[in-house]
């Protein structure tokens, strides 16, 4: 089909449509599902906030924040950002909310589109979405325990099958200072082949160099000292104790020594779920712990945990094992004479106020070209009403797939589609 029109989405935001929002409509409704079976309550932020709050948060130094936010100025000259990513939003929004005045944990969940300006390719675009979560109040590794648990949950219900997880812990500020030394040390007799950015992250956040996209860097940062060695006691005792939870839910995972994670947030456990298939792009969802920063937005001090799905990659996944069924509606009523025009009309209301899909067809066209038009919008069944059916009180009834068909009453049409329903 050529694409037509004047106007084109810009580039890396795409249009979603049936039948493929079939899809995405069950995975939304799985996961609401399953976080709320765990307590998390949903909260709706917006999706754009004051720029600091995202440099604040993800890091100055991150790809995010150095090459991704879309970032503007309002009419009156303050920066403003679309949100490229959902935990900073939240933290702000259960600060500003006093929510941590209530009991804790306080758990929640939200959905919605992120932007990053990155280099769009499968799996990567500009305008994404994510379903994610965060669990404020607990610092026990049962919470994060409890998270991971969830994700693993949602993850199998939608349909997606061996899971693991990959999973690290990058310490707390205590175990990083020791760390960065060592980080420095390493990377000292190469700076001169690191690219611009990582030079400069070199001496003001050496660990970003780890998540560089950089294909030079990545090399060299092979046989970099990881954060594992470094962990203080409470940070491996948190650790372990997760691990040896996620044992007892039978959680598979690996851990990953030189995993780091794109945001600086993180303190603690971090994880992702990883598809292979998906070639680069490969994170389905990732979280992790971030214990400071409600503290340093200036709320209380809260340890925090959460994760984000992506969805396109999860429904990238699904469309491979799934086939996207066309739907249709429930019935077209097909018209035959004013009165029948007119009755079609009346039942179609009434039956669409029971929940049904009902299309209705004009009585100035032929039956024939009616019970085509039916068959073109993929409905399941036709109902027939002309004058001799109104007269009688009874209908016919055709079902599209096979072609059988009958007759029933016509006030037994919701209760017939009811039991019929596929
Ligand atoms: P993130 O790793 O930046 O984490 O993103 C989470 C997921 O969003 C990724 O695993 C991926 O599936 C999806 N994603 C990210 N960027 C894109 C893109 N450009 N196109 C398509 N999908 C993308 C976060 O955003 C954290 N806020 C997660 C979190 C919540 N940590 C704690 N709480």
Redesign the pocket.
Known sequence: MSSGGRYKSLKGMQDILPPEIYLWQSVERTAREVFTSFGFQEVRVPVAESTELFIRSIGENTD?VEKEMYTFNDKAGRSMTLRP???ASVVRCYIQNNLSNLPSPQKFYYSGP?F?Y?RPQA????Q?Y?I???AFGSAEPEMDAEVISMLRHTLTKIGLDDIVFQINSIGCEECRTGYRKSLVEYFSGTLDNLCDDCRRRYSVNPLRILDCKVSRCAELRTGAPVITGHLCTSCRTHFDKLLSLLDLLHVAYQIKPDMV???DYYTGTIF?VTDQSLGA?N??????R?DRLVREFGGPETPA??????M??IIELLKRSRATAVRGPDVFIAAVGDAGQRESFLMADSLRASGFWIETGHAGNSLKSQMRKADRLSSAYVFVLGDEEIHAGRMTWKRLSDAANGTISMNEAADFLLKNRS
């Open positions: 995010i990513e959902g935990t992120m990053r990155e799996g990567r675009l500009r994404f994510q994610g979560v965060e994670r794109g945001l992702e792009q994170a389905v969802a990732a979280g992790g971030y945990v959460g994760f984000a799905i992506g396109e990659r």
